[in-house]
Structures are given as structure tokens and as C-alpha cells.
């Protein structure tokens, strides 16, 4: 578990470093992250907090349509429950106070010009329901006071029909759907596993160059092949920010993780300590209003009505892997690969605060 003193120690650090270099010579660097060291300075990266309520739908349609779908969602229910979610997350009582500790201003740069990309899931026939993207994005401009025209939700990989097929609703004025954002066009190194970290793959080049400051990973729940441990949520997301091509080659599941830790994802690192000094990737969510056992091209089998929410992508996807998918809905996970998902990154079980379980409101 990360202790409250170790924050502070982390936060000083991210601010010297900061200070010390400079910013845009750092966002391009190819320096490794080491692992089992802060990424979000202000939560707890280990804490993944869930809530299920029948409330957020008015009624059981399982395989729904995604347009049916966001018929049946009553939004201020799920509106409600991801602010509950953020104060639980963040051990807030006020909501606006949580979100202002999850979303961290970019150095030198004030909210209003502050970049944000938001990855969704756009393969299929399950995508993310227009009641949660429009929180995230209201959140983002209500709150915070990021300009709707600087927040762009895209899907690189499976986008290109994204504004026909997931019309979202309810959004900020301005707000941009990005459809592909032009693809994973520009090289980056990926790290270690992925054939020794001497390698590199193509990214989408916002976040190469350094044009995005703030990513937030909406994902969905649904199952695929057991190498990836059953499983498709907020780590494998990202085969819609980088290439999916190397993702179905011998060393698949390294390069899924070498890609989880580059600073595309991770925000720009220290190459001296291999600290990040300052987080890129900032919410990481999992919407299973609708989920599903198989996947990840399939429609929705179950409607479990369940929303969580964390800072690390890594620890999110195998705590929903494990207590969620595994545990109450009983479907088969993979636990050489989601163990992976923690010891990739430096964890094991044991370092899982709260006995290893999701958090509850």
C-alpha cells in the first residue's frame, strides 16, 4: 500500500523534477518508468473503488442495443454514482473537491488550455454509454474548467465510423469526436518486456509529441482470449491508442504491458530517477452497465448495472478481473496473465490495500 507520507516524498519529487528540466525535452524522452513508484501523485494508486446499483437502469434489457441502451440508463443515477465513486476514491466528501484531486493541472499551463483525450472502446457492439462519457466530460469542463474544444474522445484503431455509431449525448457544447484522430501514425520506443525495450510501435501521435496532457481511459467489460487473461478493459484500450498489430504476434502479452508503461500513457518520466513527474493518464473507469463473458466483438450478455473507477490502469483491470468478473459473475479469468497485470509493474497481491477487495461507497 502507498502511505500518505510516501505521496508527499512523490509529490516533491515530481515538483523538483519539473522544475529542474525542461518540460518539453522530458515529454519526448524514451526514459523507462521504474517500477512500484508513484504515477498519480494525490490517490492512492493501489485503491479501485466499484459501486453496483439497479437504480442506473430502468429496466433488464441484457443484450440491448447500444441506442437502447442509453434509452434505459437513467443518467442522474449514473451521474450521482461516479461522483459518489470520485469522493470514495479520493476518501472525499465533496464531490468537487475529489474530482479537483483526481485531475491534475499541467505544469505552466492554466485549465483553460489544458488538452484532454479521452479513449474509448469502439470495436463491436459494446461501447461506452452516452450517461458516462457526458459526466466525465461535464466534470472536465463544469469543474475544472477544462474549454470543451480541448477535450477530444477518439478510438485510433476502430474509431472511423465512431460519431455515426456512438452519437454520444448529452455532452459539453464543442466537445470533439474524433472518429480514428488520424490512427497509431508515429513511432515510439515501447519498453521492457516487449522484446527488451528496443523496440518501437505506432502510437497516436498527439501523445508522442506531446499535444495531450491529460488521457482518461473509459472502458468496457467484456471477455476475450485467455492470453489476455480473458479479458478486455483498460489496459488492452490502448490497442486503439497504439498499433493492435503486435498485440496478435508471438509476445503479445508483453508487448500489452510494455505499452502500458511508456510515457504516451504514463506522462513524461525523469530519466535520472524514472519517476514520472507528472501523470498523463489520470482516471482509468470501467463501464459495465453492460458487460459480457465473451468478446470482444460480441454483443452485451449481462447487465450488471457496476461502475469502478482508479488511477492505474494495471491494478483497475485486475481487481474488476478478479472480484468482479471472476468472483461475482463467475466468469473464467486467466490468473497467469492478470497476475502479470500487477507484477509487471512492480505489485503483488499482498501490496492490495483493503484486503485486496473493491472499494464500496
Known sequence: MISRRRFVKNTA??????????FVFIRRSNAA???????????????????????????????????????????????????????????SGDPVKA????????PRKPWSETVVAIKTNNIGAQHTRSAVMSKICHTLTDIIGVKP????????????????????????????????WGGSNTYTKIPRPWKGGEDKSECLKY??????????NLAMCKGHSSRFGGFTMTMKNHFGTFSPSYGHWIGSVDYLMGINQTPEILGPIDPRSGQVLYPRQQLC?????????????????????????GVMSPVV???????????KMGWETDMET????????????????????????
Open 207 to 216: 501523445l508522442v509529441n506531446g499535444n495531450v496532457d491529460i488521457l482518461i
Open 149 to 180: 474544444g480541448n477535450i477530444h474522445i477518439y478510438d485510433a484503431c476502430h474509431g472511423s465510423d465512431m460519431r455515426k455509431d456512438t452519437p454520444f449525448a448529452g455532452l459539453p457544447d464543442g466537445c470533439r469526436i474524433e472518429d480514428r
Open 99 to 106: 474530482w479537483e484531486t483526481i485531475f491534475v493541472r499541467p
Open 13 to 22: 519529487i515530481i515538483g523538483a523534477g519539473i522544475t529542474g528540466f525542461p
Open 285 to 309: 473507469l470501467v463501464d459495465a452497465l453492460w458487460a459480457s463473458e465473451d468478446g470482444p466483438k460480441c454483443a452485451p450478455s449481462n447487465q450488471p448495472n457496476f461502475l469502478a473507477m
Open 317 to 327: 483491470d485486475y481487481m474488476v478481473a478478479t472480484r468482479f468478473r471472476s468472483e
Open 33 to 91: 518508468w521504474e517500477r512500484k513508484t508513484v504515477i498519480h501523485p494525490n490517490v492512492d494508486n493501489l485503491r479501485v473503488v466499484g459501486i453496483t446499483d439497479p437504480g442506473m437502469t430502468r429496466e433488464v434489457e441484457p443484450r440491448a442495443s447500444w441506442f437502447r441502451q442509453n434509452e434505459l440508463v437513467k443518467q442522474k443515477a449514473v451521474w450521482k454514482n461516479i461522483d459518489r465513486l470520485a469522493c470514495t476514491l479520493t476518501k
Open 338 to 361: 492478470t497476475r502479470r497485470m500487477l507484477t509487471e509493474f512492480g505489485y503483488s497481491e499482498s501490496d492490495l490495500p483493503n484486503g485486496g477487495k473493491i472499494v464500496e461507497p
